[in-house]
């Protein structure tokens, strides 16, 4: 039923700025929330954030608190993760995740639509 697409990786130098979409179609926006989750070569998934679609209510890892932002777009039905202050231990791949729930969650088994991913790489 539900779509996703991840856009907006890129290169980047250690202090620099990125801003990543995740576009999705089908379904209900009522009652769900997104998610962005990264992997670095060698290592497990990571969670970074999760936002409810209709409070706007958020979930930060602590990695990333202060440096990241997340928004949305009700009308383009796309979130939007802002990157900041950028350091090389933030390369990895990055997914964008829909829950069926508006119910937060820290965990990628709780998550039921994937996007494919989306590559950032920060250089030193």
């Known amino acids: 039923q539900v779509h996703v697409v991840e856009s907006g990786g890129g290169l980047v130098q250690a202090g620099g700025s990125l801003r990543l979409s995740c576009a999705a179609s089908g379904g209900t926006f009522n009652s769900i929330s997104m998610g962005w989750f990264r992997q670095a070569p060698g290592k497990d998934r990571e969670f970074v954030v999760t936002?409810?679609?209709?409070?706007?209510?958020?979930v930060f890892a602590d990695s990333v608190k202060g440096r990241f932002t997340i928004s949305r777009d009700s009308a383009k039905k796309t979130v939007y993760l802002q990157m900041n202050s950028l350091i090389p231990e933030d390369t990895a791949v990055y997914y964008c995740a829909v829950r069926r729930s508006y119910r937060l969650s820290r965990y990628s088994h709780d998550y039921d639509y994937w996007g494919q991913g989306t590559q950032v790489t920060v250089s030193s």
């Open positions: 936002i409810s679609w209709s409070g706007g209510t958020t």
